[in-house]
């Protein structure tokens, strides 16, 4: 590779061009630094990219996943456990990061979740109400570092630029009818009633009133009615169409990069980005303690430094990890003797299914991605975990999402696999069926952590990322608890069938199961269990902050986008303070 070009220096250079580098380049530019964006991919927008006529192709962008990152370019290994070999993943199952601009802004389904109180002081919570020896010894339980009633203001900031549609459940701590019970206290109410019911998602909210429990809208980034968000960007009214997850949005109702922050931020004279741009390295000074830039390769081969004042790692969770790594910027995690930081506590979901199969037909076509009714009584700490003797739980949703043709089949057990019977079963029961999921946390472990290969390398030569995981009896026991309670509430229903997978055995990278990678970064109060501050600071370089769910030091049980994007909301606000007085703000 050639000597690299040095590039004009900047104020802020943000590594990837998703939700939280675009939060932090409106938030920052507005401050008036000269902010810079750096996307591995290409540069994608509504128009053309998304239109109605294109975008809605699942056989292109489900099966084929033309959104996302190739593994041929960019990939991972993986082992359940340190005495395996990790072996490339060659080819996108678990999990499917984005690529381009807008991240995986562009293909959630737009499930957008506040975190409970107890999840942000999970060890301090669980060790007050139950004791210290209730928590396994294996488990890298530990708080985040910020209390909810912190973030709050910067969840609804969250929230009004998403245009969310839903139902409070708490406002200044009342209860209010319709909404979840369980949630945080909030100060308002969502900007956007709840998207309109389905048949499902009614039948599934009274066999749930019926059973005691308190179902609610699930809180969607799909716009009920039209909505001009809190930079004034206006937004259009979600049309059912069923193409949400995996897919770009060609209505302007789903909320991403591109339909809430890009048409202000893309305007600015202060803002910049360049795409087909993947960074290798964060630059330090001699000292190790300050950043100097970053190094890119961009797509002819070409290798750049770009100089800034302050860095940023905004790219998906475990690329941020790996950045740290290959740029040697604080201690490696070492398993065996659970020190060091950088890899350790990271995590994942788990996750369960539920196909019912009702006597009646409910449409399962007109669908949106977060139109889901859900019960909460079964997440964090809102039942008495006393008798069960695990940690975390999960919430119970019936999702109407579009029941696409190809993935979408949720059809009875004991279903022939494939031929006439299949085909019968199909005929019969499409337009039955739907399906309800088990959403469930996962604990961080001493065994479950992120390192550089020993054995396999990237196109740069740099050692690929090496990903070790598991779900642990914690985690079975919970998920086989939560979903038992889904099959009460199917039961409760007028069905006529159902099929439940509650995830047992080895975690499996071959399946589809939630992109909802975490830790690996974490955020704490202390440098020797975890890498940033609750600031998002790195501990060791001061003029380096580090974005997304890399910071979880575990993942409760809900979807982390939300979370995300108020994080970044909270850190642009303690980055406006740094550069004031630059150095640790703790």
């Given at each position: 590779?050639?000597?690299?070009?040095?590039?004009?220096?900047?104020?802020?250079?943000?590594?990837?061009?998703?939700?939280?580098?675009?939060?932090?380049?409106?938030?920052?530019?507005?401050?008036?630094?000269?902010?810079?964006?750096?996307?591995?991919?290409?540069?994608?927008?509504?128009?053309?990219?998304?239109?109605?006529a294109?975008i809605?192709?699942?056989?292109?962008?489900?099966?084929?996943?033309?959104?996302f990152?190739?593994?041929?370019?960019?990939?991972?290994?993986?082992?359940?456990?340190?005495?395996?070999?990790?072996?490339?993943?060659?080819?996108?199952?678990?999990?499917?990061p984005?690529?381009?601009?807008?991240?995986?802004?562009?293909?959630?389904?737009?499930?957008?979740?506040?975190?409970?109180p107890t999840?942000?002081?999970?060890?301090?919570?669980?060790?007050?109400?139950?004791?210290?020896?209730?928590?396994?010894?294996?488990?890298?339980?530990?708080?985040?570092?910020?209390?909810?009633?912190?973030?709050?203001?910067?969840?609804?900031?969250?929230?009004?630029?998403?245009?969310?549609?839903?139902?409070?459940?708490?406002?200044?701590?009342?209860?209010?009818?319709?909404?979840?019970?369980?949630?945080?206290?909030?100060?308002?109410d969502?900007?956007?009633?709840?998207?309109?019911?389905?048949?499902?998602?009614?039948?599934?909210?009274?066999?749930?009133?019926?059973?005691?429990?308190?179902?609610?809208?699930?809180?969607?980034?799909?716009?009920?009615?039209?909505?001009?968000?809190?930079?004034?960007?206006?937004?259009?009214?979600?049309?059912?169409?069923?193409?949400?997850?995996?897919?770009?949005?060609?209505?302007?109702s789903?909320?991403s990069?591109?339909?809430?922050?890009?048409?202000?931020?893309?305007?600015?004279?202060?803002?910049?980005?360049r795409?087909?741009?993947?960074?290798?390295?964060?630059?330090?000074?001699s000292?190790?303690?300050?950043?100097?830039?970053?190094?890119?390769?961009?797509?002819?081969?070409?290798?750049?430094?770009?100089?800034?004042?302050?860095?940023?790692?905004?790219?998906f969770?475990?690329?941020?990890?790996?950045?740290?790594?290959?740029?040697k910027?604080?201690?490696?995690?070492?398993?065996?003797?659970?020190?060091?930081?950088?890899?350790?506590?990271?995590?994942?979901?788990?996750?369960?299914?539920?196909?019912?199969?009702?006597?009646?037909?409910?449409?399962?076509?007109?669908?949106?991605?977060a139109?889901?009714?859900?019960?909460?009584?079964?997440?964090?700490?809102?039942?008495?975990?006393g008798?069960?003797?695990?940690?975390?739980?999960?919430?119970?949703?019936?999702?109407?999402?579009?029941?696409?043709?190809?993935?979408?089949?949720?059809?009875?057990?004991?279903?022939?696999q494939?031929?006439?019977?299949?085909?019968?079963?199909?005929?019969?029961?499409?337009?039955?069926?739907?399906?309800?999921?088990?959403?469930?946390?996962?604990?961080?472990?001493?065994?479950?952590?992120?390192?550089?290969?020993?054995?396999?390398?990237?196109?740069?030569?740099?050692?690929?990322?090496?990903?070790?995981?598991?779900?642990?009896?914690?985690?079975?026991?919970?998920?086989?608890?939560?979903?038992?309670?889904?099959?009460?509430?199917?039961r409760?229903?007028?069905?006529?069938?159902?099929?439940?997978?509650?995830?047992?055995?080895?975690?499996?990278?071959?399946?589809?199961?939630?992109?909802?990678?975490?830790g690996?970064?974490?955020?704490?109060?202390?440098?020797?269990?975890?890498?940033?501050?609750?600031y998002?600071?790195?501990?060791?370089?001061?003029?380096?902050?580090?974005m997304?769910?890399?910071?979880?030091?575990?993942?409760?049980?809900?979807?982390?986008?939300?979370?995300?994007?108020?994080?970044?909301?909270?850190?642009?606000?303690?980055?406006?303070?740094?550069?004031?007085?630059?150095?640790?703000?703790?």
């Amino acid at each position: 590779m050639s000597l690299a070009k040095r590039m004009p220096a900047v104020d802020v250079v943000l590594v990837g061009f998703g939700w939280t580098a675009s939060i932090l380049a409106q938030e920052l530019t507005d401050a008036g630094l000269q902010v810079l964006a750096l996307e591995r991919g290409a540069f994608r927008d509504t128009v053309p990219d998304f239109s109605t006529a294109q975008i809605q192709d699942e056989l292109r962008y489900a099966v084929r996943k033309q959104t996302f990152e190739q593994p041929a370019r960019e990939t991972i290994t993986f082992r359940n456990s340190m005495d395996q070999m990790a072996l490339p993943m060659r080819k996108l199952g678990s999990f499917l990061p984005a690529a381009g601009v807008g991240g995986g802004g562009v293909h959630w389904n737009g499930q957008n979740w506040r975190f409970l109180p107890t999840d942000f002081v999970a060890r301090s919570h669980i060790e007050q109400r139950y004791g210290k020896k209730f928590i396994p010894p294996e488990m890298n339980l530990q708080d985040f570092g910020v209390t909810y009633d912190e973030l709050e203001p910067y969840y609804d900031r969250w929230e009004y630029l998403c245009g969310i549609s839903g139902k409070a459940g708490n406002i200044g701590g009342q209860i209010q009818p319709g909404g979840n019970p369980f949630e945080g206290a909030r100060r308002r109410d969502f900007p956007l009633p709840p998207l309109q019911r389905s048949a499902s998602t009614t039948m599934f909210d009274q066999a749930a009133k019926e059973l005691g429990l308190h179902p609610f809208p699930c809180p969607a980034a799909n716009t009920s009615k039209p909505y001009v968000n809190s930079l004034g960007v206006q937004m259009g009214q979600c049309t059912f169409c069923g193409f949400c997850e995996w897919f770009g949005c060609g209505n302007y109702s789903k909320a991403s990069p591109q339909t809430t922050i890009l048409p202000v931020l893309l305007k600015k004279p202060n803002f910049g980005f360049r795409t087909y741009c993947d960074v290798t390295r964060v630059n330090t000074d001699s000292t190790g303690k300050k950043a100097t830039g970053v190094m890119y390769v961009d797509a002819q081969g070409k290798l750049y430094e770009q100089p800034a004042s302050i860095v940023i790692l905004c790219a998906f969770a475990y690329h941020n990890v790996h950045l740290l790594l290959l740029s040697k910027i604080g201690t490696p995690y070492e398993p065996n003797t659970g020190k060091g930081v950088v890899g350790r506590n990271y995590a994942y979901q788990a996750s369960s299914t539920i196909g019912v199969t009702f006597k009646d037909i409910i449409n399962p076509f007109m669908g949106a991605g977060a139109l889901g009714q859900v019960v909460d009584d079964f997440n964090g700490d809102n039942f008495d975990h006393g008798p069960l003797h695990f940690i975390g739980g999960g919430y119970l949703c019936l999702w109407n999402t579009g029941g696409r043709p190809i993935l979408q089949e949720y059809l009875p057990e004991k279903t022939p696999q494939w031929g006439s019977g299949w085909k019968k079963v199909i005929h019969e029961d499409y337009l039955r069926s739907t399906w309800i999921q088990g959403h469930g946390s996962v604990m961080s472990y001493r065994t479950n952590y992120l390192d550089l290969d020993p054995t396999y390398t990237d196109v740069y030569g740099n050692p690929l990322l090496r990903l070790t995981f598991d779900f642990q009896p914690n985690e079975h026991a919970m998920l086989k608890y939560v979903t038992d309670q889904g099959a009460r509430i199917a039961r409760a229903m007028p069905i006529k069938g159902m099929k439940v997978d509650d995830r047992p055995g080895h975690y499996s990278i071959v399946p589809y199961q939630t992109t909802h990678n975490t830790g690996g970064a974490a955020m704490g109060v202390d440098p020797s269990t975890s890498v940033v501050n609750r600031y998002l600071q790195s501990w060791d370089v001061s003029n380096l902050f580090v974005m997304g769910s890399a910071v979880y030091p575990h993942n409760p049980g809900y979807n982390p986008t939300g979370t995300v994007g108020a994080l970044a909301f909270w850190a642009a606000d303690a980055i406006r303070r740094y550069i004031k007085n630059p150095g640790p703000l703790m």
